[in-house]
């Protein structure tokens, strides 16, 4: 039996026991520490084909199991459900990065156009891998008939045999004697639907494991280092020029009538656009969000296309471009303003808090573009910046954004502004202890509201499954344990 068989035999075993694994865990919602679980035994399961396999891992492979275990344990950590699409999608993008480390060499030093292809590559693996590892990779003809298969071949022999006559004599039985029927029949009552659903799940996780693996283990596909140099055609100077340049007259003009507003405050806007200030806020913020993420793929396609060879040429590029990134820091300063404006006229919401944290991601992404494509290292750009993104996911973990909310908005209570029970009460469980100590800044009618909605939600349950422990749930069903009197006396009658 040659390695590639033996491989394949050690990644289809793994498959079929993560496969079983993730049924049996991954089937309690809502997830928290059974996630943790099965990425911690995927990950086990790496190691083991790693060391028993003897397979030479690139340097930058092992590291991939820090933000794994992190972003696993962001599911046991928060309830926020935008939280946890994150943690997924971090998962996902780590799990992509192992497969282009083991097959491709050190992430940290492959471009933007690499990381793409190699989360494509990731996906083909995970929906195709299963049939070229069963259909290709092993070799069932050379799996020895001796020994451990040779026992279980006959046992399966043996099973085929003696199915009918056990369904041949347990009728006649059953049929002699009621009881008998009755205990017979009781032991083999099952439910289809759920030994459906069973399989499905089992098999539905099997086949990405299996997948993953082949991909991270399998034969190595065409090298893609160079992916970021190969492209079709090539623009001048003179084409990147105008684009780049228009723009940057565009940007100026705007940076100019911000200027006005920046310093004219609420009667320059008042009076020159005719809209209230909160309205001028309103208006503008998420437009200004859409023109700072439009540009980062703007200029990193245009330095693409940029034909290369000329040191002028890539010198007006830079100008071009870091004369656009600092317009772009006042366009963004300015949405800051705005955000802030509204925010203190209508308090925090999830989505103005995660568009804020976005475009604070992205002003350290364009620095961090400055300092590596418009110095003539564009391959370590998209490392820094996912590793940024890692960052910044972690970092919203531990301001916990719904606690964070109903803290922000507590305090418009004092500030005479108005405060939305009904949204504050409809957030997740990170929310709810911040909510029960709010409850006497809170108004009679949104002290009822708020009781009643976190007594429905977060009473703790009689038993909880240990598959979906979640701290920040187990905080919440503390809180009101331990206010629970309270919590009774103000809920709506």
């Not at 190691?47 to 696993?72: M, Q, T």
């Not at 793409?116 to 990731?122: C, E, Q, R, Y």
């Not at 003179?238 to 310093?263: K, N, P, T, W």
């Not at 944290?357 to 961090?368: D, K, Q, S, T």
Request: with cysteine; proline share 3%; net charge positive.
């Amino acid at each position: 039996m040659n390695d590639k068989t033996k491989l394949g035999l050690n990644i289809l075993g793994a498959a079929l026991v993560l496969g079983v694994l993730g049924d049996g865990l991954l089937r309690a919602t809502p997830w928290g520490v059974n996630v943790l679980l099965w990425v911690g035994a995927l990950l086990c399961a790496v190691i083991a084909i790693v060391r028993w396999r003897k397979i030479a891992l690139s340097a930058g492979a092992p590291w991939l199991i820090l933000p794994a275990i992190n972003f696993a344990a962001g599911f046991v950590w928060c309830d926020s459900p935008t939280l946890k699409v994150l943690d997924g999608l971090v998962l996902f993008v780590t799990l992509s990065l192992a497969v282009m480390c083991m097959r491709a060499g050190r992430a940290r030093l492959i471009g933007v156009m690499q990381y793409a292809l190699g989360v494509a590559a990731s996906l083909f693996h995970m929906l195709f891998g299963p049939l070229m590892l069963i259909l290709g990779d092993i070799q069932w003809k050379e799996i020895p008939r001796d020994g451990w298969a040779r026992h279980a071949i006959a046992a399966g022999r043996g099973f085929a045999i003696t199915l009918p006559l056990l369904l041949i004599f347990n009728g006649l039985l059953m049929s002699a004697d009621a009881v008998f029927e009755n205990i017979v029949s009781n032991v083999l009552r099952m439910d289809f639907d759920r030994l459906v659903s069973h399989i499905f799940l089992s098999g539905l996780c099997a086949w990405l494991v299996g997948g993953l693996l082949r991909g991270m283990f399998g034969e190595s596909a065409p090298a893609t280092a160079s992916a970021e140099r190969q492209q079709l055609f090539s623009l001048g100077i003179v084409e990147i020029g105008i684009v780049l340049g228009l723009l940057d007259l565009l940007f100026l003009g705007f940076v100019i009538v911000q200027f006005r507003y920046f310093f004219g405050g609420a009667a320059m806007v008042e009076s020159t656009a005719g809209l209230t200030y909160a309205e001028y806020a309103r208006r503008g913020f998420f437009e200004l969000v859409a023109v700072a993420a439009l540009v980062l793929p703007l200029l990193l396609f245009t330095h693409w296309l940029l034909r290369k060879g000329a040191v002028a040429h890539e010198r007006i590029f830079r100008a071009l471009a870091g004369a656009q990134i600092l317009m772009l820091f006042i366009i963004m300063a300015s949405a800051f303003q705005r955000m802030r404006l509204y925010q203190s006229e209508y308090g925090l919401t999830q989505l103005r808090l995660y568009t804020t944290a976005f475009m604070c991601w992205l002003a350290i992404v364009f620095i961090w573009f400055a300092v590596t494509v418009l110095r003539g290292r564009r391959d370590r750009f998209a490392s820094g910046a996912l590793a940024s993104a890692f960052v910044a996911i972690a970092a919203l973990h531990l301001l916990n954004p719904d606690a964070f909310i109903v803290r922000t908005n507590v305090a418009h209570i004092k500030a005479g502004r108005n405060f939305d029970a009904r949204y504050a009460a409809s957030l997740s469980a990170d929310a709810a202890p911040e909510l029960i100590a709010a409850l006497p800044e809170l108004s009679q009618q949104e002290r009822c509201l708020v009781a009643s909605r976190v007594l429905e939600r977060w009473s703790p349950p009689e038993r909880a499954p240990w598959r979906t422990w979640n701290w920040s749930r187990a905080r919440a069903w503390q809180a009101v344990r331990e206010n629970e009197r309270i919590l009774k006396e103000a809920e709506c009658k």
